[in-house]
């Protein structure tokens, strides 16, 4: 096959590149060409931006690509004009969406008050908010990612691409990646005080029991690349995800990965210290199911969970995140905490 990626030479797309490379395929990657990240070898490159898809509408042409997939989408204005470059160009679309589409995140959020039935499935209610993110936080995720826009919703993406009879759509809804390279440093917090040597490390009971959707950045490059390469995934949606696990026991996975034999404690919320509370419903879960790409198309991770953390850990000490500020880490207040705890192992764990 011939496949174009729109933005995959970034933290999950370059694995993309690799699998499907790897895989035998002929691949081509539309992007600015200022990723520090260098292509995978074999890899074709088309310069541009998303402002020029329609100029370039040539160069994709000659490429005759049988799939086109967009990781960078983040409005449902930039998810029309891509419809309209590719049309006839291309037989079919694969878009990356997000699991923040789904309710039961708007409900997290605090927007929208129904508690939604866990585990979601791609069948799930669609949040009826949108747009519920401020200025404040959209100026931050641009400063982290530069594909996001003003009008960032993946909701509107979705509407965008799915229904059209000349250029159908696979949708994947992706979730918290985690790996090397990630801008977010997701693990961080965690792996900071593991290395601090921390006796305990302090979760509110709320968010201690909630299931967040992850997946090791490898495995997610792995489920794109197979939706890619599967003519079923055709106007198909899909949830990409790990199986679950509540944040408690999330955090002693990462605990046993890094070798770390402290506890991890759950607290009320008027026992939590200040700068760990959560501004979020966690009477709403957020576990997510990924069990229609497993048996629809048969994906299985390819990396482990245990590696795939320890992959992460080694990164993260390695290139540890210089903006945080200091208060996220208040070790003062966090050890009065643990004092008026005391805990014995397995006490109070929701």
């Known amino acids: 096959m011939k496949i174009l990626l729109i933005g995959g030479s970034g933290f999950i797309g370059h694995f993309v590149v690799r699998d499907l490379i790897a895989a035998g395929h002929d691949v081509a990657v539309y992007h600015r060409g200022r990723s520090t990240i260098p292509l995978p070898k074999g890899a074709h490159e088309i310069i541009g931006d998303r402002a020029q898809l329609g100029w370039k509408r040539m160069d994709f042409i000659r490429v005759r690509p049988d799939v086109v997939i967009?990781?960078?989408?983040?409005?449902?204005?930039?998810?029309?004009?891509?419809?309209?470059?590719?049309?006839?160009?291309?037989?079919r679309l694969v878009v990356l969406s997000s699991q923040d589409v789904y309710r039961a995140y708007g409900v997290l959020l605090g927007l929208e008050t129904e508690l939604q039935p866990t585990p979601i499935t791609e069948d799930s209610d669609l949040r009826g908010n949108l747009r519920p993110f401020g200025r404040d936080h959209l100026k931050r995720m641009q400063g982290i990612f530069n594909w996001v826009d003003d009008e960032y919703e993946k909701i509107e993406v979705e509407r965008a691409?799915?229904?059209?009879?000349?250029?159908?759509?696979?949708?994947?809804?992706?979730?918290?990646?985690?790996g090397p390279g990630d801008p977010l440093h997701r693990l961080y917090p965690v792996v900071k005080r593991i290395d601090d040597k921390r006796p305990a490390i302090l979760l509110e009971e709320g968010l201690a029991r909630c299931g967040l959707p992850r997946g090791y950045v490898e495995n997610v490059a792995a489920a794109i690349?197979?939706?890619?390469?599967?003519?079923?995934?055709?106007d198909r949606i899909y949830n990409i995800t790990q199986p679950p696990h509540?944040?408690?026991?999330?955090?002693?996975?990462?605990?046993e990965a890094a070798g770390w034999n402290g506890d991890v404690?759950?607290?009320?919320?008027?026992?939590?210290?200040a700068h760990l509370r959560q501004p979020f419903n966690t009477a709403q879960d957020w576990t997510v199911s990924s069990d229609r790409i497993r048996t629809e198309l048969g994906f299985t991770e390819p990396v482990a969970i245990p590696e795939a953390l320890s992959r992460t850990i080694e990164w993260e000490r390695r290139n540890p995140p210089s903006d945080l500020p200091p208060a996220t880490f208040d070790y003062a207040a966090e050890d009065a905490a643990i004092q008026r705890f005391k805990p014995t192992r397995g006490e109070r764990h929701p």
């Open 161 to 178: 691409v799915t229904g059209d009879p000349e250029l159908p759509a696979t949708v994947l809804r992706l979730p918290m990646v985690y």
């Open 265 to 273: 404690i759950a607290l009320s919320t008027d026992e939590t210290p």
């Open 246 to 255: 509540s944040e408690l026991e999330w955090t002693r996975l990462i605990g």
């Open 70 to 91: 967009d990781c960078i989408l983040s409005s449902g204005i930039q998810a029309k004009g891509v419809m309209d470059v590719f049309r006839g160009v291309t037989p």
């Open 225 to 234: 690349a197979l939706a890619a390469m599967s003519d079923r995934a055709k």
